[in-house]
């Protein structure tokens, strides 16, 4: 091989092999430094040609620096193939040549060729860091290619809570800790962030992706990333807290198992969240009714200096919450578990912190990892509530299989078009999958139906086993906020699932006392805020639902105008269409 194409190769090889190394020699490099400067200006790399010569002369160094060294080189001989895909472990040249030439290099790169000293004391600096982060990463990019990684129970985990209560760092930090981002990444964020002024985001931008959010700093879709633990495997849905974009908050809260509401424990934040145009309540109230039966309460930015994590803080937040979560239906003593804990560092998510000795329960992701397993039915009928949908090779839609299992080449039917596809290719969490059980959340590649066919909301079930689908339905609605009366001929806009329909309110049939249950004898002319009914709706065009005795999933809805929401309700029975 021709020297001068070798030479940049082991240029480029320089600080891989200072970063290895470094650790246990710093006082043999510096003894090293000495015949540094003979070796800048050889860009060419004449002087590289006898690679015999070379490999003896390193040979002495090695003898004479350490015999660590030559145990280091020949073990990272052997795994060079298999380290993590490594770019620059490249097996072009012989490994000798590469052994010899950044050894006899290193002091000369390190100290002038990179710009000075001070640069070679900082990558000496970061070398054990780097190390750490070599050995880090490629950790959770193992599991996906084991066969038996998919058995792990899957769980959806939504981050709800007011604009700003830092649902978005807390899931890049969870992602940081568990691997699943790397520390290059995170600093490349760190540097954008800074130069935006806006260093404290740079966590919340492994979630929020595109260019509008991060500008703005606001969430707008539900961001989605997941990570493993040992016993569990967890899809983040970050939700958006802003209210403007509640509608796409339910469809992230309709895929979810369980919630982690984020509150700010810094003064002033906590109660503009909580207050009556807050996102806190209505969030935590959504959440209950898309059908999340734990909710997991994290008090964050303890760190703050208006909290410096005081428990007197975390205890007034708590009180003020409880109250409010029991009205909306969590038992404080089974369904809501709260924590303090702090997104931008990290204290108590991974590990339990020092600053925190009031805290005796366990840090965040060990908590989710010893809560029980979800009971499940994987033989039930398919139902997968399309999230959504886009083209690419083909049609590829989203969504969380509710229940049944889905697998590859499996013909199913699309609801309410009564569309047949084919299911070409499964992915669950972006791993590629033959088939896929209850709880998941797919990508599935459609044949036989074109993506503008499609609109969330719409539902995969398979042939034997249709869901039921229409414009009529008789429901049970809980009035929440609603400033004057509601009678029939009233419209809202209806969320079920994953599906936003418009609908009216025909007729109100009864009213239902809260405490007894009892239901009232006469026809109400109308209802309003904090009364139960029955009423029978009729939405816009033809949707898919089922009654929530039936499936819970799919029973359950919210009806919300200008921005609020106004009711939640579950179907009680679906009326047939008069021709």
């Known amino acids: ?22 650790g246990q020699l710093e006082p043999a490099f510096t003894t090293l430094n000495v015949n540094a400067k003979p070796f800048v200006p050889n860009v060419n790399a004449a002087e590289f040609v006898p690679a015999f010569a070379m490999k003896a002369h390193s040979e002495n160094l090695d003898s004479a620096v350490a015999v660590e060294k030559v145990t280091t080189m020949e073990v990272s001989d052997s795994a060079a193939p298999v380290e993590n895909g490594d770019t620059e472990m490249t097996t072009e040249e012989p490994w000798d040549q590469k052994e010899a030439e950044p050894n006899e290099e290193e002091p000369g790169g390190g100290s002038c060729g990179d710009g000075g000293p001070e640069e070679a004391a900082t990558t000496e600096e970061m070398a054990p860091e780097m190390m750490e982060e ?70 919340s931008w492994a979630l929020d992706t595109n260019q509008e959010e991060r500008d703005k700093g606001k969430t707008v879709e539900v961001g989605r990333a997941y990570f493993e633990t040992d016993k569990k495997h967890f899809t983040i849905l970050d939700a958006p807290g802003h ?36 996102q806190t309540r209505e969030h935590a109230m959504l959440a209950k009714t898309a059908g999340v039966k734990h909710l997991i309460v994290l008090v964050n930015k303890m760190d703050d200096p208006t909290v410096n994590w005081s428990l007197e803080r975390y205890e007034e937040c708590k009180e003020k919450l409880v109250p409010f979560l029991k009205k909306v239906g969590f ?9 303090p804990c702090s997104g931008l560092t990290g204290a108590n998510l991974k590990e339990p912190t020092d600053m925190c000795s009031w805290y005796t329960g366990l840090p965040f992701i060990p908590h989710l990892d010893s809560l029980p397993n979800l009971n499940r039915s994987s033989d039930g009928p398919v139902r997968l509530p399309i999230v959504d949908k886009y083209k690419d090779m083909g049609t590829v839609v989203l969504g969380k299989l509710e229940s049944g299992s889905i697998s590859k080449a499996q013909q199913l039917v699309m609801m309410p078009n009564r569309h047949v596809v084919e299911v070409l290719s499964l992915l669950s969490d972006d791993v590629e999958t033959d088939d896929a059980g209850p709880g998941e959340n797919l990508k599935l590649r459609l044949k036989g139906i074109e993506e503008e066919e499609i609109l969330p909301g719409f539902i995969l079930c398979n042939a034997e086993n249709l869901c039921h689908s229409g414009r009529t339905f008789d429901a049970q609605i809980v009035i929440i906020e609603h400033k004057s009366i509601i009678c029939p001929g009233y419209n809202a806009v209806l969320h079920i699932h994953t ?12 009213l239902v006392d809260k405490k007894t249950g009892e239901k009232s004898k006469t026809r109400p002319r109308f209802v309003k805020q904090d009364q139960v009914c029955i009423a029978r709706l009729r939405t816009a065009g033809t949707i898919c639902l089922e009654t929530f005795k039936d499936f819970p999933q799919m029973g359950r809805f919210t009806l919300r105008d200008e921005g609020k929401t106004i009711a939640i309700g579950k179907v009680l029975k679906l009326v047939a269409e008069r021709d």
């Not at 599906?499 to 009864?510: G, S």
């Open 1 to 22: 091989m021709d020297p001068r194409d070798t030479a940049p190769d082991s240029w480029e090889q320089e600080d891989d092999v200072e970063a290895t190394i470094d």
């Open 134 to 203: 070599e050995e880090e990463m490629p950790v959770p990019k193992v599991p996906p290619t084991q066969p038996d990684a998919p058995k792990k129970e899957h769980i959806n985990v939504v981050f709800i809570g007011h604009v700003d209560a830092g649902k978005s760092t807390i899931g890049g930090q969870i992602m940081y800790l568990t691997g699943m981002v790397d520390k290059r990444t995170l600093e490349k964020y760190e540097r954008e962030a800074k130069e935006k002024n806006r260093e404290t985001w740079y966590l």
């Open 243 to 278: 209210k403007s974009f509640v509608p796409n908050m339910i469809g992230g809260a309709s895929q979810a198992d369980l919630a982690v509401l984020v509150i700010s424990a810094r003064k002033g934040e906590f109660e503009t969240g909580f207050e009556k145009g807050g």
């Open 331 to 339: 038992n404080p003593k089974k369904d809501i578990h709260f924590m």
């Open 499 to 510: 599906c936003i329909e418009e609908v009216q309110i025909t007729a109100l049939i009864c």
